[in-house]
């Protein structure tokens, strides 16, 4: 099993920054791919970026040169660092865990960005 918490998020102005977190607890040996992806009331779920156990990192179009996606092994995190942040990054993002045994979600964080 394995259990999957976010935080981080809230409200941020255009061009401002925010830092995600994604606390992975439990069977972590058997992770494989970790995984940022966000939904908002305009788009369907969308993917944002990944990150594997071997460290190698993937992020979507819309968002390369704005964001990171990084591991920190003391502390069990997948961290999403946004930059530049625009109005259309509004969504509830959400951290996804794939494990040999299945996959894994937290509930969430709303991103808003608004001035």
């Known amino acids: 099993q394995v259990q999957v918490a976010e935080s981080g998020g809230g409200l941020v102005q255009p061009g401002g920054s925010a830092r995600l977190s994604c606390l992975v607890s439990g069977s972590i040996s058997s992770i494989l791919t970790t995984g940022w992806y966000r939904r908002s009331a305009e788009k369907a779920r969308e993917l944002v970026g990944t990150?594997?156990?071997?460290?190698?990192?993937n992020l979507a179009d819309s968002v390369k040169g704005r964001f990171t996606i990084s591991r920190d092994r003391t502390k069990n995190t997948v961290d999403l660092q946004m930059n530049d942040l625009k109005p259309e990054d509004t969504a509830v993002y959400s951290c996804?865990?794939?494990?040999?045994?299945?996959?894994?979600w937290g509930q969430g964080t709303q991103v808003t960005v608004s001035s």
């Open positions: 990150i594997s156990s071997s460290g190698a990192t």
């Open positions: 996804s865990v794939i494990t040999c045994s299945g996959g894994y």
